[in-house]
């Protein structure tokens, strides 16, 4: 008997002539079985029952060698190999069978039963024909009945796939393949048939999962490895392109169609990583110009147009190059209307020009597409913050210098505006008033800009010299009076040098 969960089991489930291993007697007469190939079977045999696939095979190969011509150790040996899931090195064994016991119906039946899932109906039909002539029991006779009938339909559902084929109907030509490719699972000729007509309906996904299915199932074929790598060039995944060509060359190094793919593929692969490591290293204006080499490179393919664009965007964006941020993030819009990295580098762009507006609408949009990006959440607080500052008082508005300007600008600004606004150059009195409120305000914006960390604050959205927008704050100094800047040294820049100004 045969134990239930074991391995012979297994397979008398999915192969169920294969139990006739386990019950099969040696005829020592008949197989001229000598004494140490009968311990080899008889040890492969308690082997197998226990699951050591690989210890068994060991044991079978040797009976195969101390007897050629035994048949039980050929049958055994390939129950061991469709155990292991080596279908095609069962094939041979089942076949050496058949050749030295013709009437042996479990070896045919099986080697049928594989022929079929090959999809070589025609061989498959002619060992089921030759065990139902054999004079089987009833249980060979069923399956053989069941399996032709099998065949049949599925000799009658590819005739029609070839014929939607031809016709160009593909659609119907999938779904007949479909229901053939559920029983001929293992043939790759109907895979690859099936993969065009994925790539004629504009599903390269699916064919690259055909494709490569057969690539494993036919021997040294180069020509899926290259259909699945131009496929995934197609696609933009030039990393994968370049994995899958150099295993079509591997087969045939002088293939003249993966050889020319490859070195296109190995070029704009070079150029991406470059290009990569620059917007890694800071050095974004080299990286935008590694990335139009690219849509040089391959103009003829869009994916790799959009995807270079998106990064020159970013690369304008953290280079704080707003304006041709806005430009190219949009047209990469115009082609991606839901590309989220591009409407975040966008929202940035437009956070530099204070079109708050804007930002805000761009940030809404990506957390549309992506609600759990932290980035797109805290950008867009940011812009909300600095939406209802700037309908208050705007530091860089008061000195008149953009959200990025440097230093040395704001300070710059700061001295001319000091010098234009000082009260000491008016002497109507309400002139005098109103210069004081300026040179407060002049004052206090070069206070809170040439201060990293007020600067930052206020960048973020949140006045450091406003009481308000201080949790437990103090007055603000806003409401100084112009005394209390009596004293300061407004043109000086925090180096070495001190300006005197004398007003008359």
């Avoid at 060509?245 to 087969?251: F, I, Q």
């Avoid at 800047?485 to 005197?500: A, D, I, L, T, V």
Wanted: charged share 35%.
């Amino acid at each position: 008997m045969v134990a239930p969960g074991s391995v012979t089991s297994r397979l008398g489930s999915v192969f169920p002539f294969l139990l006739v291993l386990v019950d099969l007697q040696y005829e020592g007469a008949e197989c001229g079985v000598n004494a140490d190939v009968e311990k080899h079977l008889e040890l492969g045999k308690k082997l197998l029952a226990a699951g050591q696939l690989a210890d068994a095979l060991s044991q079978f190969h040797a009976a195969v060698d101390g007897d050629p011509d035994n048949y039980i150790a050929y049958y055994r040996r390939a129950t061991v190999f469709l155990a292991m899931g080596k279908s095609k090195a069962a094939l041979p064994d089942l076949t050496k069978v058949i050749e030295l016991k013709m009437d042996f119906t479990a070896a045919r039946l099986q080697r049928g039963h594989l022929l079929l899932k090959q999809g070589k109906l025609d061989e498959a039909e002619d060992d089921f024909k030759k065990v139902l002539k054999s004079n089987p029991n009833e249980s060979e006779e069923k399956e053989a009945q069941s399996q032709l009938t099998k065949s049949d339909e599925m000799q009658h559902l590819r005739s029609q796939a070839l014929d939607a084929f031809e016709s160009s109907d593909y659609i119907a030509a999938i779904t007949f393949l479909d229901k053939v490719l559920e029983v001929c699972v293992w043939d790759a000729e109907l895979r690859e048939l099936r993969a065009e007509c994925f790539i004629k309906e504009g599903e390269p996904r699916k064919a690259i999962s055909d494709l490569k299915a057969a690539s494993k199932l036919k021997n040294d074929n180069t020509e899926a490895f290259y259909k699945i790598s131009t496929l995934y060039y197609e696609l933009g995944d030039h990393e994968l392109s370049l994995s899958e060509v150099r295993e079509c060359l591997k087969l045939d190094q002088d293939h003249k169609r993966c050889f020319a793919h490859y070195k296109q593929v190995k070029k704009l692969n070079k150029l991406i990583k470059s290009a990569e490591e620059l917007i890694k290293e800071g050095r974004y204006t080299d990286a935008s110009s590694k990335y139009e080499s690219v849509m040089k490179t391959e103009p003829s393919v869009s994916e790799y147009t959009i995807r270079s664009k998106e990064r020159i965007c970013h690369c304008f964006s953290k280079d704080e190059k707003p304006v041709e941020a806005i430009r190219v993030c949009s047209e990469v819009l115009q082609m991606e209307p839901d590309n989220v990295n591009a409407l975040k580098d966008r929202a940035e762009a437009y956070l530099i020009e204070e079109m708050y507006d804007e930002a805000i609408q761009d940030y809404e949009t990506a957390q549309e597409h992506n609600e759990n990006d932290q980035q797109i959440r805290e950008g867009l607080e940011k812009a909300q913050r600095l939406l209802k500052q700037s309908q208050k008082r705007d530091y860089y508005k008061i000195l008149g210098v953009k959200r990025n300007a440097k230093k040395q600008e704001i300070i710059k600004a700061y001295r001319k505006l000091a010098l234009q606004w000082h009260p000491d150059n008016f002497q109507n009195e309400e002139e005098k008033k109103k210069a004081e409120k300026k040179f407060i305000d002049i004052a206090a914006a070069k206070e809170v800009l040439s201060d990293p960390e007020m600067r930052k604050k206020f960048d973020d959205g949140e006045d450091p010299l406003d009481a308000e927008s201080q949790q437990g704050g103090g007055g603000s100094p806003f409401h100084r009076s112009w005394n209390s800047w009596q004293g300061f040294n407004p043109f000086s820049s925090g180096g070495p040098f001190r300006f005197k100004f004398h007003f008359n």
